[in-house]
């Protein structure tokens, strides 16, 4: 005979509030929409943010401040991308919500010069990169914007911005050259 199912906590238990810091200075303005295609579901890069969708909303809130931002676990201190609901280390959920770097190093980077994914062919060329964030042991994958891809040099300072997506989402992209 089998155990009967646990049964699932609520999802504003999931993450337990944390304090927030003192309010910052009003975030730059979002960069400006790009153009936007509706793309099928299955082919639409952008996460759906909301609290009905995810349980990471607090991420999209966060970005849209100007904060780019994780979690970590309590138990363990291990910090996590991208943000989790539960450490894959001890399995706690006793996560809590901290801010990273606005900047960091270009440590690789490649153009995307055709066969661009749907809803992005008319943006051809762009660069995607990988970049270090300073002073975090974390490596994030991301489009890089500001100079053309032939102007980019492995080791040149990025900074992290949030932009619309423009359907009324928002995520993170890194600048050059500012």
Same mark, same amino acid.
Do not use: I, M, N, Q
């Given at each position: 005979m089998s155990a009967p199912p646990r049964p699932r906590r609520p999802s504003a238990e999931l993450v337990p509030p944390v304090a927030e810091p003192p309010a910052a200075p009003a975030p730059a303005p979002l960069a400006p929409p790009r153009s936007y295609e509706k793309r099928p579901f299955l082919l639409d890069f952008f996460p759906l943010e909301s609290e009905k969708d995810t349980r990471i909303a607090r991420f999209f809130v966060r970005l849209r401040e100007g904060r780019l931002s994780t979690t970590r676990c309590a138990r363990d201190d291990l910090l996590l991308w991208p943000p *989790?609901?539960? !450490?894959?280390? !001890?399995? =706690?959920?006793?996560?809590?919500?901290?801010?990273?770097? =606005?900047t960091g190093r270009l440590y690789a980077f490649s153009a995307v010069l055709a066969g661009a994914p749907l809803g992005m062919e008319g943006? $051809?060329? +762009? =660069?995607?990169?990988?970049?270090?964030?300073?002073? $975090?042991?974390l490596r994030l994958f991301g489009r890089v914007e500001g100079k053309p891809w032939n102007?980019?040099? $492995?080791?040149?300072?990025?900074?992290?911005?949030?932009?619309?997506?423009?359907?009324? *989402?928002? +995520?993170? *992209?890194f600048r050059a050259g500012s």
């Open positions: *989790r609901t539960a !450490c894959p280390k !001890c399995h =706690s959920e006793e996560l809590v919500w901290v801010d990273l770097p =606005s943006e $051809v060329p +762009f =660069s995607v990169g990988l970049v270090d964030l300073e002073g $975090v042991p102007a980019l040099a $492995v080791g040149e300072v990025v900074h992290v911005e949030a932009y619309e997506v423009g359907d009324g *989402r928002v +995520f993170y *992209r």
